[in-house]
């Protein structure tokens, strides 16, 4: 009978060394993709409001605008977000270079 209790003490360990190990770093995981979405869906704002005062259309920024869209609207992983952040921030910039801003 004795035995019973050091198995069960022995998983009780392994268990809560799996939860302290895993918990942190699965909430710096969901965090970080937060955030990442939430870069991407400011660079998205800041490129629409650039088109929309822009004198004329531009084909690659509005392709680089409509693909960080998709990749805003497929909402998949950090590295989707990162993507979208960086085709949105090159469509602000051509957008504002035709702005003269």
Known sequence: MSWLVWVVGALVLVATGFAATYLPRARARATSGRTAWSAAHAAIDSATVSRDAAPRALPLADEL?????L???????ATAAEEATDCATRADRLYREVTGE
Do not use: F, I, Q
């Open 65 to 69: 605008l409509d693909r960080a869209e």
């Open 71 to 77: 990749l805003a609207a497929s909402g998949r992983g």
